[in-house]
């Protein structure tokens, strides 16, 4: 198995087209682009060549360097473990938490007929008139900022009886099996270590918690 070092270096010259042709680079060159010293960079290339990912042709000026089928077998499985990494539904994120109690404000907007039309557009569902409030975790807090960065489906707010109702954005979730979603209103300054959820049915009472138990929210999975 190829270690962390040698695995860089074997991707710098790939980039550089190592797996299709002799590439002709310096151990400066190597060097510059790991950010690594040349005696370091030469050290590299020598255990590359030495455990058969790569073949070298040493000129007085520099070297001829072709990864060999062993090395681009090594860049595959490497390849292969980003793909199951990354790849859409290989995992999701999960959010842990403590419930607590909202201002009730959310029984008041899960109740206008616009929001409730969107969400069953949307969602595929209508909305139970209130949100379970949860507090989360430290260790969520980084989760959160990536879920943030996911396409969220945007909810258009609107005007009615002189009043403007502004935009939210939510996104699908799960809480043991009932399917959810996370609500964001648009407001600016909303608390990064609260979500809201809306589900179909009353959330508390289906889970059966009360204030400060704690609970799990599944994003993507």
């Known amino acids: 198995m190829l270690v962390a070092e040698g695995l860089e270096c074997l991707k710098a010259i790939a980039?550089?087209?190592?797996?299709?042709?002799?590439?002709?680079?310096?151990?400066?060159k190597i060097a510059e682009t790991?950010?690594?010293?040349?005696?370091?960079?030469?050290?590299?290339?020598k255990a590359l060549e030495s455990q058969a990912f790569i073949t070298r042709s040493l000129?007085?000026?520099?070297?001829?360097?072709?990864?060999?089928?062993?090395?681009?077998?090594?860049?595959?499985?490497?390849?292969?473990?980003?793909?199951?990494?990354?790849?859409?539904?290989?995992?999701?994120?999960?959010?842990?938490?403590?419930?607590?109690s909202g201002l009730g404000e959310g029984k008041y907007y899960m109740s206008l007929e616009p929001y409730k039309a969107q969400f069953f557009?949307?969602?595929?569902?209508?909305?139970?008139?209130?949100?379970?409030?949860?507090?989360?975790?430290?260790?969520?807090?980084?989760v959160r900022k990536k879920i943030d960065a996911l396409e969220w489906t945007r909810i258009k707010g609107f005007s009615a009886d002189g009043r403007t109702f502004g935009d939210a954005r939510c996104i699908p979730c799960r809480m043991n099996n009932v399917s959810c979603a996370i609500v964001v209103p648009g407001r600016t300054h909303?608390?990064?270590?609260?979500?809201?959820?809306?589900?179909?049915?009353?959330?508390r009472r289906q889970l059966g918690v009360?204030?400060?138990?704690?609970?799990t929210v599944e994003v993507g999975s």
């Open 34 to 45: 790991l950010h690594t010293s040349p005696q370091t960079a030469s050290r590299r290339l």
């Open 121 to 142: 557009s949307h969602l595929g569902f209508t909305p139970y008139p209130g949100t379970l409030n949860i507090r989360l975790s430290a260790s969520s807090l980084p």
């Open 190 to 203: 909303y608390p990064e270590d609260m979500i809201e959820v809306i589900a179909p049915v009353a959330l």
């Open 15 to 28: 980039i550089m087209g190592g797996c299709r042709r002799p590439v002709f680079v310096s151990s400066q």
């Open 59 to 100: 000129t007085p000026d520099g070297q001829h360097i072709s990864i060999t089928e062993k090395g681009e077998r090594e860049l595959r499985r490497e390849y292969a473990d980003y793909c199951r990494l990354f790849a859409a539904g290989s995992g999701g994120y999960t959010l842990t938490g403590s419930v607590v």
């Open 210 to 215: 009360e204030d400060s138990d704690k609970v």
